[in-house]
């Protein structure tokens, strides 16, 4: 059977540039198209950019796909090369790029039950042009696309239009629990999707809130996964130095929290549940790619807000931030901590606890993140009621005194169900699907 050849569409890219297209002028001169940005100073390019991108990565890796790419990117250059795949850069004026993202954050935040949207018309003229400029990149590139792979709810318009080019698959990767939208909302997701030949969800709990939204796309679940063999565990030396760096000693017991700062992570309630816990809990992550390229810094007064809850609580000696940090240390941490937690009262998925496995910890995970239908209570983790520090404290007690099977069962959860090796053939066999039934079609009309 022939490769499918992909084309992928996601918001955020799966290198960020640091510098503009200018800057980038300014700083290297004249630069050929597309630009190769391996050949860019390391300093000036960031490759871990999104759970998303870069799991779309390493399956395109896995599968020796060299898929072409469309992303957001305010400012970039058009078009570049990074390990072989092609990226084009959507580009949005100011205004527009403002509008798109209150929209998309409406939906985002309606989405994850922390606030209702107001529909607003000139928001979503920004969504729509936003989907439209990624449309028409992604139309162009259609005589070398078997498929596109649209991922996630900023391109909700993107089936629709790219019409019968090339069929479209969506993974949805935001919580699809209906009942949290308004009645007009509701309407334009389900009449978003239908613009698609098949999306993908990734829990039981959103497959079945498709259902309930009355959609007639055909749909699927695939939980979504990591690469375990990306993670290994770095020297001592490593270990020692990040947490010098974070003042943290060798025989304190370590609460691992790995997310972006976002009221959605409920960060607020791992710190709250530190109150009578001999712990330090250790906050990773800065602002999603929103908050730190696209002007919507959310992350900045987030992180002011949860070190005024730490001083309020009593357990500012107890809250470390620690903010971005690269793989390796990133790694030391996972290696060095005593449990995982997710405290999100609700959640896509949760791509941190399966890292936390991989390195075999015990873990605290909310019952509205997607990922605890994978956990069986006292097993392989511990589970809590959504919003309930008395809930989430209970569990990361439980989590520090497990038995080092607890980890040993969860990294079998993680490579049964949650890793590239298991999920990357699932994930072709829709794209083959998809791409043979539509075959036929295209044959017949031409």
């Known amino acids: 059977m022939a490769m499918i050849s992909l084309t992928v569409n996601t918001q955020t890219p799966p290198v960020k540039i640091n510098l503009t297209f200018q800057q980038l002028v300014e700083k290297y001169g004249e630069l050929d198209m597309p630009i190769d940005l391996e050949q860019l100073n390391p300093e000036d390019v960031q ?19 060299r898929p072409i790419w469309v992303s957001l990117g305010p400012g970039y250059p058009p ?31 309606a989405s994850h039950s922390l606030s209702q949207y107001r529909f607003n018309p000139k928001d979503y003229i920004g969504y729509t042009i936003y989907n ?4 028409k990149i992604l139309m162009e590139k259609f005589d070398r696309t078997d498929v596109y792979f649209i991922n996630d709810f900023q391109q909700l318009l993107v089936g629709g239009l790219i019409g019968p080019s090339a069929p479209a698959v969506l993974w949805y990767h935001i919580p699809m629990v209906p009942e949290n939208l308004s009645q007009e909302i509701r309407g334009f997701v389900r009449r978003s999707l239908d613009g698609f030949d098949e999306i993908i969800l990734s829990t039981k709990r959103d497959l079945e809130g498709v259902v309930r939204l009355g959609s007639r ?16 565990a770095p020297a001592g030396s490593t270990r020692q130095n990040v947490l010098d760096k974070l003042n943290i000693k060798n025989d304190d017991k370590k609460v691992l929290l790995v997310a972006r700062m976002d009221p959605i992570k409920s960060q607020d309630l791992a710190i709250s549940a530190m109150k009578g816990i001999d712990a330090k809990l250790i906050l990773v992550g800065n602002g999603s790619f929103t908050s730190t390229s696209l002007g919507h810094d959310k992350a900045s007064t987030w992180v002011k807000t949860l070190k005024e809850l730490a001083k309020k609580e009593g357990v500012e000696d107890k809250v470390r931030f620690a903010g971005y940090l690269p793989d390796e240390e990133l790694n030391a941490l996972y290696q060095e901590c005593d449990a995982v937690v997710l405290p999100s009262r609700i959640e896509g998925f949760g791509l941190s606890v399966c890292e936390g496995w991989k390195f075999k910890k015990p873990v605290a995970v ?24 008395e809930g989430l404290k209970d569990s990361i007690v439980k989590a520090l005194s497990a ?7 969860g990294y079998t959860t993680m490579d049964q169900w949650c890793s590239l090796k298991s999920n990357s053939e699932k994930i072709q066999q829709v794209m083959e699907e998809v791409y043979y039934s539509y075959k036929p079609r295209a044959e017949n009309s031409s």
């Open 79 to 109: 078009d570049a090369v990074y390990k072989g795949i092609s990226v084009s850069f959507v580009d949005l004026d100011p205004e527009n790029l403002r509008r798109f993202t209150r929209f998309k954050e409406g939906l985002y935040t």
């Open 217 to 232: 796309v055909r749909a699927r679940q695939i939980y979504p996964f990591i690469d375990p063999d990306s993670l290994s």
């Open 47 to 65: 490759t871990t950019v999104g759970g998303v991108s870069r799991m779309i990565m390493q399956f395109a890796n896995h599968m020796g796909l």
């Open 403 to 409: 038995k080092h099977e607890m980890g040993e069962m």
């Open 366 to 389: 909310s019952r509205g993140a997607g990922i605890s239908e994978l956990i069986l209570d006292g097993v392989n983790g511990f589970t809590f009621d959504a919003g309930s520090v």
């Open 132 to 135: 439209w400029n990624s449309a």
